[in-house]
């Protein structure tokens, strides 16, 4: 088979299939894209086993049909030192040989036989759910909820984004146990009420993809796998199993002490505050009264401390509540609203943080922090 590809495009193509495989394949032709071409359409696929990501492109010039295996490293690297120019490949698919022609100079790789590259995982008929779900709101639900995935071998379930079909909408979960987050979106029309558990390297891949996807994404699971059918790229990938825990349950009620403070300002002053916390701990502390916020850390084994005084709306009772601050600087740092609420009812229960006034009338973000012992 022949084709002639545009160095550029080839390697935008490559360079995002290519973030499925692994460094540690147990399977030397997973160190392969898989290339395979019919008519005019080359179809690339890159694997590590848990997922699977393919792309297509239109080929001007193409003659011949066939599928091999072409080792990643040395394309990626060989395409990368290119200049915008068309690039002639030529395959023989009996002997692996694979041949490109460039303007200047030739290059040639053996590949590998296409039927040793393991077949993509199929989703049931029987089970698979089905739904549309825009690029934004899809890349808006990875984006505000990867970052409080835990990494925890012995709860795996932890470990992903729980998305979940009800009658609300659709809702992206995320805990580690000292952090949880609720992204929901009303605005999806749901026909059947499911949930699976999307695990945190596909969820990274397609945040990648949607970044620059435009409409809807057909999102197909049942219980052990999903595919993501996007206008450029389609991603299968192994869903984690097990029962997610009833995040709902965690989250209190009843939270009469409310603070609405400049997210920014509020921001930058735990970050620097949380400079003089006791390295172990990361404690550190926030001061409510009726208009301020007093943040403050110290650490008493190098006689450090520091303390900035914010103005805010504070209603309830005057309290001292404890936070690491990696967690709450993370957190602040995914809220996009410019006041945010945090909302307490005392200091050894957890605290809530969400926009004050949502940009979207039809998004709902929560975030909750676990609080630390002042006295730590």
């Known amino acids: 088979m022949k084709f002639v590809v545009s160095s550029t495009m080839l390697l935008s193509h490559l360079s995002v299939v290519g973030r499925v495989i692994s460094s540690k394949n147990t399977l030397p032709i997973l160190d392969n894209f898989l290339f395979n071409l019919e008519g005019n359409e080359l179809e690339i696929t890159a694997s590590d086993l848990e997922s699977t990501l393919k792309t297509k492109l239109t080929l001007d010039n193409a003659s011949g049909e066939g599928s091999i295996a072409i080792p990643f490293k040395i394309l990626i690297d060989t395409l990368k030192e290119f200049s915008e120019q068309p690039l002639t490949f030529d395959i023989d698919t009996g002997s692996q040989s694979i041949v490109i022609h460039t303007e200047n100079g030739q290059y040639n790789i053996v590949g590998q036989p296409a039927d040793d590259f393991p077949k993509q995982a199929e989703l049931s008929p029987e089970s698979t759910t089905g739904i549309k779900v825009s690029a934004d709101i899809l890349l808006n639900g990875i984006t505000k909820t990867i970052f409080a995935t835990a990494e925890d071998e012995m709860r795996p379930v932890m470990n992903g984004i729980f998305v979940e079909l009800t009658e609300e909408g659709i809702t992206f979960v995320a805990s580690d146990s000292h952090k949880l987050v609720r992204y929901r979106r009303k605005d999806v029309e749901i ?75 509020f921001y930058n002053s735990v970050r620097r505050v949380s400079i003089y916390s006791n390295a172990a701990s990361n404690l550190i502390k926030l001061g409510l009264t009726s208009n301020q916020c007093e943040v403050s850390a110290q650490d008493i084994d190098f006689s450090v401390s520091a303390y900035e005084k914010l103005t805010c709306d504070y209603q309830g009772d005057e309290m001292e509540i404890g936070f690491k601050s990696a967690f709450l600087v993370e957190i602040l740092a995914n809220l996009s609203s410019t006041n945010v609420v945090l909302s307490m009812s005392d200091p050894s229960r957890a605290g809530l943080l969400f926009p004050h006034e949502n940009e979207n009338p039809d998004e709902d973000v929560l975030m909750l922090l676990m609080p630390m012992m002042v006295g730590a």
Do not use: H
């Not at 796998?225 to 450029?232: D, E, I, K, L, T």
């Open 191 to 265: 026909d059947n009420f499911a949930s699976f558990i999307l695990p945190k390297k596909p969820a990274n891949l397609l945040k990648s993809i949607l970044v620059k996807e435009a409409g809807a994404v057909n999102v197909e699971f049942d219980k052990k796998n999903a595919r993501f059918v996007m206008s450029g790229y389609t991603l299968v990938c192994r869903l984690v199993e097990g029962e997610y825990p009833n995040y709902s349950a965690v989250i209190p009620n009843d939270n009469p002490n409310k603070m609405i403070i400049d997210r920014v300002e």
